[in-house]
């Protein structure tokens, strides 16, 4: 149909031209990079000292019991403060009131239904609260606006990786930038959340010098960004960004986001790499899954549910790089050691990863280099148990969803055990976990054009409830 034509050609742009223009990126970064002095930190000049910030969340936290973003959805609690420097016309006011009252009744709505909900709504029990969710997922249908900043030069903003593995980021900017989607608001003055659509992956690609180990040319240009972006318009500096995102799957995001203190601390960030030891902030932060797109699709073997009868002979399944320490330790005990429990560094020619995962009953996850990997939406698409080997993982749309009911957390430190950790598994508990993923499938699904609950949706959801400050 039209649509899917549009799409098509679109992630044909999104994807091919960026090849086409790499010559043009380096001039262009100059121009928008240059009316900002460089050595200058946005933060040193800020109306309210950082000290002072944190005393006024300390305060508000105290005051609320699910504080993380009360400085960005309390407006009264400004009002009261001296937090706001920006003149404000009248009817700007009111649009702010209308918002933040619009906020407070979904607020209410979620509250009520979270203890009204019933059994029939948790297929596989994957919801922490399914009444809530629902709820809160229709709140945000009805309601959520984003703002997306037009500023910036096409390729490293506007635009993003829509193959391979950071595809998550290139195909989330892209249906917000160039999809249909009905939450995009050309009226910042009426948006909830303000979206930077920068892409960390084409700053890597482009501006990064390769093996100089050198990030500042990447957190320059956030820098930049965010200091053009609270110049030019008002929004960033009434609550210091805490009601602005920005988006990446790169390894490197959150180094890069530290571009900017505020970015860092106070921002919303979805991220693939959400380390909870490294900065990221569960409160605020949003965990984006990693998904690998071979030539910008899902594995064929993997597009749709496999059948529920498949023969899985296998009791577990990895091949992978001796990436980071668990991997190590997992090489140690298990590599090409079992007939039942298969793992490789290197997949034999004759094996195929997808047809691996379909035949095995638990895909094992491990942490790499970062914490998150690509074959924990594939396992899930396999039904193949995932089993999370990591340590300060937070797990993508983990405020929404229970990963118990989908997936195994193994400690690391029971690796030596991991195969009698799997053969323990009861029949009825491994009959659950299938339902589960079964159920969950669709919230890790990308979909052209998006269609609800699925990833996009699932991601904006997170963005939506960081803003409410609402834990479900
Ligand atoms: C926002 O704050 C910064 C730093 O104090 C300031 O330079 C900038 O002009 C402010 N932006 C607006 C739109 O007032
Ligand atoms: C608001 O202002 C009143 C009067 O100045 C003060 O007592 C109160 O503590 C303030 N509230 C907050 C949240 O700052
Ligand atoms: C339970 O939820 C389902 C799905 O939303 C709904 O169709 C059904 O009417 C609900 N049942 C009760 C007893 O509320
Ligand atoms: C961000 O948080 C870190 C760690 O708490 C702190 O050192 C830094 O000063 C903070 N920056 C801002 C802008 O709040
Ligand atoms: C699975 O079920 C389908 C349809 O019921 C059947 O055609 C197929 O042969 C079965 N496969 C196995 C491996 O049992
Ligand atoms: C997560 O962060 C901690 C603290 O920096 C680090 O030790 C650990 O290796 C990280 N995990 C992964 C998988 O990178
Ligand atoms: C994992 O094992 C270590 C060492 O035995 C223990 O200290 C830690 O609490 C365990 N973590 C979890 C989540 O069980």
Redesign the pocket.
Known sequence: DGGGLLYTSLGVLCCVLVLSVIAVVSIRFSVSGSPFPSSVS?VN???ITIAELQKKVIAATLANPNPSRAIASDLSYYRNSSFT??PRKSTLVRKDDKIEEGLARARAAIRKAAVAGNLSMNPGGIYRNAGAFYQSYKEMERKLKVYVYEDGDFILVHNGPCKDIYASEGRFISEMEYGNNKFRTRDPHSAHVYFMPFSVAWMVKFLYVPLSYNLAPLKQYVSDYVRLI?????F??RTHGADHFMLSCHDWAPVTSKGNDFLYNTSIRVLCNANSSEGFNPQKDVSLPEIYLYNGVVSPKLQSPPPANISRPYLGFFAGGLHGHVRETLFDHWKEKDSQLRVYQQLPKDMDYPSEMLHSVFCLCPSGYEVASPRVVEAIYAECVPVMLSDHYVFPFSDVLNWEAFSLQVNISDIPRLKDILLAVPDDKYMKLKEGMRAVRKHFELNRPARRFDMFHMILHSIWLRRLNLRL
Do not use: F
């Open positions: 946005s000049s800020a109306a420097p920006i609270s110049t030019k318009y008002p960033w500096n």
